[in-house]
């Protein structure tokens, strides 16, 4: 085996590491709760845990299910969440689509169903 391979006892905890990973996490979440965004969806955030700093958000779909479209959606109401909490000095906006991100009127978020609809490029 070589230094770049994969081991797979690095794969597997024993269930007192597994209780030890998961009291780490449950301080971390607990300690930077204030930093953590949530959807920004009415009646959808209470099933989803908030963004922490440092986690991966994945979001998978088909080809033209609005993948792109959500991702712009959900930093258009992260940007609207960081100003409502006063954040703004502490995070720098940017955009995927080279535009650039308006700031918050008021609360900065638009509902899901406002959001435009783009053409898929398909």
């Known amino acids: 085996m070589t230094s770049d391979s994969l081991d797979i006892k690095d794969l597997i905890y024993t269930p007192s590491e597994t209780s030890t990973i998961g009291l780490e996490s449950s301080k971390k979440v607990s300690t930077y ?27 998978i779909g088909q ?11 959900l930093s258009e109401q992260a940007a609207g969440y960081i100003s409502e909490t006063g954040r703004d000095n502490k995070v ?18 638009r509902p899901f169903e406002d959001w435009p609809v783009e053409p898929s490029p398909i």
């Open 63 to 73: 080809t033209s299910h609005y993948k792109s479209g959500m991702v712009s959606f």
């Open 33 to 59: 709760s204030d930093f953590g965004l949530p959807l920004g969806i009415e009646g959808i955030d209470g099933y989803f845990a908030p963004v922490m700093p440092g986690q991966l958000a994945v979001i």
């Open 92 to 109: 720098q906006r940017t955009s995927s689509r080279n535009k650039p991100i308006p700031h918050s009127h008021g609360t900065g978020r």
